[in-house]
Structure formats: structure tokens, C-alpha cells
């Protein structure tokens, strides 16, 4: 069982940035995938980047390319998504995920087994 929190969300103009934050706890040896979703009121929650625990390649949705970049600390158990350049239609829950078989850039969410709770970003023009 693995927990996953967030937190680093604010309200910030657009052209800002900000950093995202997620910890793990529990069972941390099983993940080997991370990644960031999100979700506004009435659309689905989308994949907006994610990184294999171990070789630390990264995916990327091309609404953020060149402006996110996700990164992690084994270490700490650590993922984090530094975002540059935000735009109005960045706003959204941010939502840390983890994979416990395999990954290899997957974006459905079926794919990741624990969440959390959500953390929120809100840009404004």
C-alpha cells in the first residue's frame, strides 16, 4: 500500500510558475511509475507528465511540453513538477499517481494503482 500526497498548488498570474510537490509513504519499493494528472469541473482527468522510478525517462503531454518538467528523489520517495510559463487553461486539480507494474509512458488512468488527494492550481490572466 502506498500513500501519496500533494501540495505546492496556489494561484499565481499567468506566465508565472510553480512547483508541485508529491511524497509517497507505505510500501514505496513497489512503484515504478509516477505521474501528474489533472482535472477542471466538467472535463476528464487528463495525463500531464510522468517518469519510470527507475530510469527516470519522462513523458509529457503536449499541452505542457517545454514548460513542465517532472523530476524525482528515490530517495525521499519524491515527485515534483515544476511548471513555467502557466496559462489560464493550466488550471485545474494537479492529481500525483503511482503504477506498481510496469511504466513505460502509459497515460490512462486505469493504469495507475494510488492517488492522491489532489492539490490545486488556479492562473489567472
Known amino acids: 500500500q502506498v500513500q501519496l500526497e500533494e501540495s505546492g498548488g496556489g494561484s499565481v498570474q499567468a506566465g508565472g510558475s510553480l512547483r508541485l510537490s508529491c511524497a509517497a509513504s507505505g510500501r514505496t519499493v513497489s512503484i515504478y511509475g509516477m505521474a501528474w494528472f489533472r482535472q477542471s469541473p466538467g472535463n476528464v482527468r487528463e495525463f500531464v507528465a510522468g517518469?519510470?522510478?527507475?530510469?527516470?525517462?519522462?513523458y509529457y503531454a503536449d499541452s505542457v511540453k517545454g514548460r513542465f518538467i517532472i523530476s524525482r528523489d528515490i530517495g525521499k520517495s519524491t515527485v515534483d513538477l515544476q511548471m513555467d510559463t502557466l496559462i489560464t487553461e493550466d488550471t485545474a486539480t494537479y492529481y500525483c499517481?503511482?503504477?506498481?507494474?510496469?511504466?513505460?509512458?502509459?497515460?490512462?488512468?486505469?493504469?495507475?494503482?494510488?492517488w492522491g488527494l489532489g492539490t490545486r492550481v488556479t492562473v489567472s490572466s
Open positions: 499517481a503511482a503504477a506498481f507494474k510496469y511504466y513505460y509512458g502509459q497515460r490512462n488512468p486505469h493504469d495507475f494503482g494510488s
Open positions: 517518469i519510470n522510478w527507475d530510469s527516470a525517462m519522462t
